[in-house]
């Protein structure tokens, strides 16, 4: 019963996931917001929407670990297994947006979770405000270099969502809301019964089925975008995520309900958090050496083992 409400948690979530993300972006083009904006904020957004919604049910459901877990796992995943099983069907050029801006907030935003949490072993509401903020800041530093620029990765607003109508979009609204809302609660009660059932902690449950489970969308994607090698894959773009995730998702959870680290669980200050720092920043060194600006089909493989490395020591 535990493995069904998982799964249908997961499905849930998906398509509360995509039928959020329409609504957003039909609603966007309705009050007049340009293609940038929306690929760069509501996209993100409501892509971010599942995360949220389980982090928050299990913030609510006082299983912090849940929350946690969710999170750290799922940027450990971002990198580990999207990054990785990416880089090896096809190589990725980095761009240099990638260094300047997305790396080093990614790395300051994973520090500045990591000295949250190990203060006062609580993320408090302060604390997701300043998070949120610099998420906010960041957006619009990415916004202002894009036009500049005029590189950024708007594909993935599609264009005929303009011409949807208010019933759809509100239509669309309900279904995404009600799917992510069931989908959130069947996954954190499923995954509190698997972890009971298997003789785990929930936060283990947490940082590799839930993890694994809200990254398959952009595994799915990243990995359809590879294979058909129409459009090239931005590094930049694969890894925003992971600062969406600790901003957004944490920063508003803990606005809404302050998330406490369980003195059960000392693995996540321990250990856990150093893998997703050090997920982020060996990504620096990858892209230097030995071919510069590309990662490749064997540093994929790097990442990929390191993470099967993750999964089993999390589990063992």
Same mark, same amino acid.
């Given at each position: 019963? !535990?493995?069904?409400?998982?799964?249908?948690?997961?499905?849930?979530?998906?398509?509360?996931?995509?039928?959020?993300?329409?609504?957003?972006?039909?609603?966007?083009?309705?009050?007049?917001?340009?293609? #940038?904006?929306?690929?760069? =904020?509501?996209?993100?957004?409501?892509?971010?929407?599942?995360?949220?919604?389980? !982090?928050?049910?299990?913030?609510?459901?006082?299983?912090?670990?849940?929350?946690?877990?969710?999170?750290?796992?799922?940027?450990?995943?971002?990198?580990?297994?999207?990054?990785?099983?990416?880089?090896?069907?096809?190589?990725?050029?980095? $761009?240099?947006?990638?260094?300047?801006?997305?790396?080093?907030?990614?790395? #300051?935003?994973?520090?500045?979770?990591?000295?949250?949490?190990?203060?006062?072993?609580? &993320?408090?509401?302060?604390?997701?405000?300043?998070?949120?903020?610099?998420?906010?800041?960041?957006?619009?530093?990415?916004?202002?270099?894009?036009?500049? =620029?005029? =590189?950024?990765?708007?594909?993935?607003?599609?264009?005929?969502?303009?011409?949807?109508?208010?019933?759809?979009?509100?239509?669309? &609204?309900?279904?995404?809301?009600?799917? #992510?809302?069931?989908?959130?609660?069947?996954?954190?009660?499923?995954?509190?019964?698997?972890?009971?059932?298997?003789?785990?902690? $929930?936060?283990?449950?947490?940082?590799?089925?839930?993890?694994?489970? =809200?990254?398959?969308?952009?595994?799915?994607? !990243?990995?359809?975008?590879?294979?058909?090698?129409?459009?090239?894959?931005? &590094?930049?773009?694969?890894?925003?995520?992971?600062?969406?995730?600790?901003?957004?998702?944490?920063?508003?959870?803990?606005?809404?309900?302050?998330?406490?680290?369980?003195?059960?669980?000392?693995?996540?200050?321990?250990?856990?958090?150093?893998?997703?720092?050090?997920?982020?920043?060996?990504?620096?060194?990858?892209?230097?050496?030995?071919?510069?600006?590309?990662?490749?089909?064997?540093?994929?493989?790097?990442?990929?083992?390191?993470?099967?490395?993750?999964?089993? &020591?999390?589990?063992?």
């Amino acid at each position: 019963m !535990s493995i069904l409400l998982v799964v249908a948690g997961l499905a849930l979530l998906v398509v509360g996931g995509d039928f959020l993300v329409r609504a957003s972006v039909g609603l966007s083009f309705k009050l007049k917001i340009s293609k #940038l904006v929306i690929g760069m =904020t509501v996209v993100s957004f409501a892509t971010s929407a599942p995360e949220l919604l389980v !982090s928050l049910q299990a913030a609510l459901d006082g299983v912090s670990d849940i929350a946690l877990g969710n999170v750290i796992g799922s940027n450990i995943a971002n990198i580990g297994l999207v990054l990785g099983i990416t880089a090896m069907i096809s190589p990725l050029v980095v $761009d240099r947006e990638f260094y300047k801006l997305n790396w080093p907030m990614m790395m #300051l935003i994973s520090f500045a979770l990591y000295f949250c949490l190990n203060n006062d072993k609580v &993320l408090t509401a302060l604390e997701g405000v300043i998070l949120f903020v610099a998420l906010v800041i960041f957006l619009i530093i990415l916004i202002r270099n894009s036009r500049r =620029t005029l =590189t950024a990765n708007v594909d993935e607003v599609n264009d005929a969502l303009a011409e949807v109508s208010n019933f759809k979009i509100v239509m669309w &609204l309900l279904i995404g809301a009600a799917g #992510l809302y069931f989908g959130s609660e069947w996954l954190v009660q499923g995954a509190k019964q698997l972890a009971e059932a298997v003789g785990v902690s $929930d936060y283990a449950i947490s940082v590799t089925v839930i993890a694994i489970g =809200t990254s398959v969308p952009e595994l799915a994607a !990243s990995v359809i975008a590879a294979l058909k090698k129409e459009k090239a894959i931005s &590094l930049g773009n694969l890894i925003g995520s992971n600062i969406f995730n600790i901003a957004s998702v944490l920063g508003l959870t803990a606005i809404i309900k302050p998330i406490a680290v369980n003195p059960d669980t000392p693995e996540i200050l321990s250990t856990n958090i150093f893998w997703m720092i050090a997920f982020a920043a060996v990504l620096i060194p990858l892209m230097i050496l030995p071919k510069r600006f590309e990662i490749g089909r064997y540093k994929g493989m790097l990442l990929f083992g390191a993470y099967m490395v993750f999964i089993y &020591l999390t589990l063992k």
